[in-house]
């Protein structure tokens, strides 16, 4: 499939939402982010889906992204694996705090000397995004490289956001890989695929 033309009103408005996204997000003040991530991390650690997990894709927080750290401690039977951008694409490895290095885009990110996982061994995949919609659409950085990997994994996808993130509908198309969850400080939301955003309602057990 072809790239889409750099001025088409798609990528132009792709464009103008991840800045908006971007400054909101990266405007957030510290403690707002650390109340936020540790509402998405509860919400997460008491979920029966990923308890029951046995090797989950986390990621390493960004430009003010949500901290995911915390379940580390709170699931320790969970194999936790993080990613490596290698090229274009992304390399998973084991979640080691003593063996992460900087990347030049200014993330931490696993040695490279570690060991690389199969992504066909994982069972969720916790996806970063700069936000997201109720019916699993994603607005990521623009590289690509979470819609490079997730095709190669059947790992069930759960997006993570701030609830500021997270509207009714993104502009996506065929290429870009949508979401089976998404969750926020106020809870998990099933994404109903082909149904009315208005119809997706957050999980309560």
Known sequence: MSALHPTCPEVLEKRRLRREFCTLRECLPPEDVKSASEAICR????????????????????RNEPMLEPLFAALPHIRWVVPRIEGRNLVVHPYDPGRLVPHPFGMWEPAPDLPVIDPALLDIVLVPGVAFDRRGGRLGFGGGFYDRFLPTTPALRVGVTYDSCLVDELPCNEADQRMDWVVTPQGLLEVRRGEEPESCRFLEW
């Open 43 to 62: 919400h997460l650690a008491t979920w029966p889906v990923l308890r029951a997990a046995r090797v989950v894709m986390a990621y390493l927080a960004f």
